[in-house]
């Protein structure tokens, strides 16, 4: 989006240049990537950088209100309340489509907001991969709020180990191994010492959760936690001794809760120019004029599942759960980034941390995908290039930098 910087990019990469750094990223934690690794980063300029945090404080604005809590209660489904919640999340993020505005500029434009933790270790190794093989300027960070390698590591230390042993922390997901996010884990675990774990593995004694660690019965003090109830519900195999809402004397690095409380469900109390409309479905007297203008989403589905983005009234009438459901405005993402074969567009996750006892949560890092398609998806970008994850390299602000 620099247009001297991708011009430059463009320009001087090589194909052995990109696959030297796939080999260098897959060697560093014995792990190749499964999903696509787009060839290029994204350059973002100072006014979009300014756009999209303002566009974060606007979603944090919401749920830092003293009324979020109890409105949010709502937002978790019947059978799902995990006990042991924080008041707050450690783990915040928000996607933006890349826009433009009746002006031709740059604008973000809110798709999805959620509290629940990615690929914060992964991202950082990748932006050290695209700079290892890449001429990135070194006054361009992917970092924000004066954070380098040393401080987002020390920050990330202090969100999921707390004051505790490394040992007794584990990284809780559903078979992590054969997650398509796995390369995260196994960043996770090799700097900073979190054992990625399945449900299925953990043993209960009482209120007490254990699990083996090289044949050794360990407490488990905390649990960064990315199980997404979607997925472990459709899970009737997995035998578990903990169904996860049970309580146990455990702290949470990033409560199962706000995966709930901050999701689309949080949408339709986003008041702001870079938040299309949101609507939720069950509170609507009538369906707006020009439905065509709307995409239909499931709140609680995950990696962009259930969206019908030509809906019908056919489509809405099927629904027997309206309360699940979403009308947000389409937005028409920009093709903003020039490639060899083409345009791509992107989608800009800010991704934010919230330390305990800090009045609101702050940029930390950032992730990209890159598309050709009509959405984000892998399934939707098949046999391109130039697409799937990154990351951004923003200029920085002289106001706050």
């Not at 979603?59 to 006990?83: C, H, N, R, W, Y």
């Not at 990625?196 to 019965?217: F, I, M, T």
């Not at 949080?266 to 938040?275: G, V």
């Not at 030509?310 to 027997?320: A, K, L, N, P």
Request: charged fraction near 25%; proline fraction near 7%.
């Amino acid at each position: 989006m620099i247009t001297e910087l991708r011009e430059r990019y463009n320009a001087d990469f090589r194909q052995a240049d990109y696959d030297a750094m796939m080999d260098w990223l897959s060697a560093q934690h014995n792990h190749r990537p499964p999903f696509p690794v787009a060839e290029t980063p994204v350059f973002v300029p100072l006014d979009l950088r300014r756009k999209l945090l303002a566009g974060c404080e606007h979603v944090v604005d919401v749920i830092t209100a003293p009324d979020f809590f109890e409105k949010s209660l709502a937002a978790i489904p019947e059978g799902q309340f995990v006990a042991g919640e924080s008041r707050d999340t450690a783990f915040l993020q928000i996607d933006f489509g890349i826009c433009r505005d009746e002006s031709g500029a740059l604008i973000p434009q809110l798709i999805e907001a959620q509290g629940f933790p990615s690929l914060y270790t992964f991202q950082a190794l990748l932006a050290r991969a695209y700079r290892r093989f890449f001429k990135i300027p070194d006054h361009l960070s992917h970092f924000f709020n004066g954070l380098d390698d040393e401080t987002y590591l020390a920050k990330l230390r202090r969100l999921i180990i707390g004051d505790h042993d490394p040992e007794n922390v584990i990284l809780l997901e559903v078979e992590p191994d054969k997650q398509a996010t796995r390369i995260d884990f196994y960043v996770t675990r090799d700097v900073l010492g979190v054992q990625p774990v399945c449900l299925s593995q953990l043993k209960r004694e009482g209120s007490r959760l254990y699990y083996d660690r090289d044949g050794r019965k360990t407490p488990v003090h905390r649990i960064y936690n990315r199980v997404i109830f979607d997925e472990l519900l459709k899970r009737d195999d997995l035998a578990r001794e903990f169904s996860l809402i049970e309580p146990v004397d455990v702290e949470w690095a990033g409560h199962p809760n706000w995966f709930f409380r901050l999701s689309k469900h949080t949408l339709p109390m986003i008041k702001s120019p870079y938040a299309p409309e949101s609507l939720l479905l069950s509170e609507l007297d009538r369906l707006p004029d020009q439905l065509d203008q709307y995409v239909l989403k499931p709140l609680y589905s995950f990696a962009g599942s259930g969206v019908i983005i030509d809906v019908s009234e056919r489509d809405i009438e099927g629904i027997q759960d309206p309360q699940n459901f979403i009308l947000q405005r389409k937005v028409t993402y920009a093709p903003a980034i020039p490639t060899p074969d083409g345009y791509s567009k992107c989608e800009i996750r800010m991704m934010m941390l919230w330390e305990p006892g800090a009045p609101r949560p702050e940029a930390a890092c950032n992730l990209i995908r890159l598309s050709k398609g009509i959405m984000t998806g892998v399934r939707y970008n098949k046999d391109k290039t130039w697409v799937g994850g990154a990351v951004g390299f923003f200029e920085p602000d002289p106001e706050m930098d």
